[in-house]
């Protein structure tokens, strides 16, 4: 059973960054490499919002409202993928969550996703 935990979230100003982790467990290093990650965000009383995605192939997708700010990379030796958020904004508050799949080559965008995180708060506020 894989399981992912993500960690990095916190408090920031508007114009602040964080870099988020996720890191998978219950899989070896080499397998991982073949399964796609993505992030989620929810705010309460929405419907979850994917956010970001990379494949088995490391090719990334962003949704429009965090393009040119956020960045999905990936070291699968260690079985973690980050997101790296910069010029953070209000509207940026959120739970995240980290999601993967073994169906690694499809486009990430794509839903279901087998395995989830528990998340990781981001409040973006002044």
């Known amino acids: 059973q894989v399981e992912l935990v993500e960690s990095g979230g916190g408090l920031v100003q508007p114009g602040g960054a964080l870099r988020l982790s996720c890191v998978a467990s219950?899989?070896?290093?080499?397998?991982?490499?073949?399964?796609?990650t993505a992030w989620f965000r929810q705010v309460p009383g929405k419907e979850r919002e994917w956010v970001s995605c990379?494949?088995?192939?490391?090719?990334?997708v962003y949704s429009d409202s965090v393009k040119g700010r956020f960045t999905i990379s990936r070291d699968d030796a260690t079985n973690t993928v980050y997101l790296q958020m910069d010029n953070l904004k209000p509207e940026d508050t959120a739970v995240y969550y980290c999601?993967?799949?073994?169906?690694?080559?499809?486009?990430?965008?794509?839903?279901?996703?087998?395995?989830w995180g528990q998340g990781t708060q981001v409040t973006v506020s002044s």
């Open positions: 219950g899989i070896e290093s080499y397998y991982y490499g073949y399964y796609r």
């Open positions: 999601a993967t799949d073994p169906q690694g080559g499809a486009y990430c965008p794509v839903l279901p996703y087998t395995y």
């Open positions: 990379i494949n088995s192939g490391k090719g990334t």
